[in-house]
């Protein structure tokens, strides 16, 4: 009987400690289920450290090209803003190979968005400089002549490199020697025969658009849809529709254009083949465009200038 008494008590013992211990899981179940129901952010917070790590308020903006070699702070007078009444300033779209700085002066906040790009060209055609600045000071004191329905884009100078360089023929490519007109990727060509055109050593580029005052003015067309374009030179050919063969609306606003000027048109033909131009691209990118010539190597022909802004703004397509 002793015996079995002592198997007794030892079966009663571990009866109660698995008692007890079932008794405390229920326990702790019942505490958990609150727990968790009060506290589901466990499960949330792991998709919100995933946004968090990605930090994209760090990432290079897109429309700023690497810089290639000089520092902006580094860049000439020519990029000192203009002294605007109003105070305005422009947008750096871009950098030149050299880090100078390509800014667009932006008028009026129309659907209809109009551009007009000057210096291409550079030193040699730096009047065309002087008159996009003589007309975004006059847009600035102004803004009564812009209609309700039109926002307008002044690129002031696309090739500060080559304007750097001097007022002169060694002025006009950029700082790689390239014709930043013959650049664009429409009709691209390295080279071209140069009966009738430039004959000074110069290249298309190594690639369609490959330069960045190119990629900067491209990526700006491309976010920004303009349905008119002007891009200004130097001197005295008159002015060329977009398009192989004319684009119909570029012709329609070379003619608007050429009617309160002097500048030709049609224009001279030289006989030069024109190759990767900024008005063809302007075409191909749905914009009535033409590339425009001043009188001169010297003059800004503001009076005649200002007439041309009037038709430009007011042009319906
Ligand atoms: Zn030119």
Known sequence: MRR????VALIWGINILVLAALLGAVVFYINQQPAQAAF???V??????AIFTSEPTLRPLPTVPQLAATPVDRAPATSTPLALTSGRRATIIGLSVSGRPLE????????????IVAGIHGGYE??????????ITHLDGHPDIIPSDVTIYILRNLNPDGEARGHTREGRANGRNVDLNRNFPINWQVDWPRDGCWKDPITGGDSPGSEPETQA????????PID????????????FPGGTPWDDDSKRLAQALSDVS???YPPVDTGCLYTGTLADFGVAMGAASVDMELSNHRDTDFEINLRVLGVFLNWQR
Do not use: C
């Not at 079995?4 to 198997?7: D, H, K, L, N």
């Not at 003015?217 to 920004?224: D, K």
């Not at 008119?228 to 002015?239: E, K, P, Q």
């Open 4 to 7: 079995g008494a002592g198997i």
């Open 40 to 42: 589901p952010a466990p």
């Open 44 to 49: 949330a917070t792991q998709p919100a450290q």
């Open 104 to 115: 667009v002066y932006t008028f009026g906040q129309g659907e209809k968005k109009r551009m």
């Open 126 to 135: 730096w009047n065309t400089i002087a008159l996009a600045d003589e007309l």
């Open 217 to 224: 003015l491209m990526r700006f067309i491309e976010t920004h």
């Open 228 to 239: 008119a374009l002007i891009s200004y030179h130097s001197a005295a050919l008159g002015v």
């Open 262 to 264: 002097n500048y030709p």
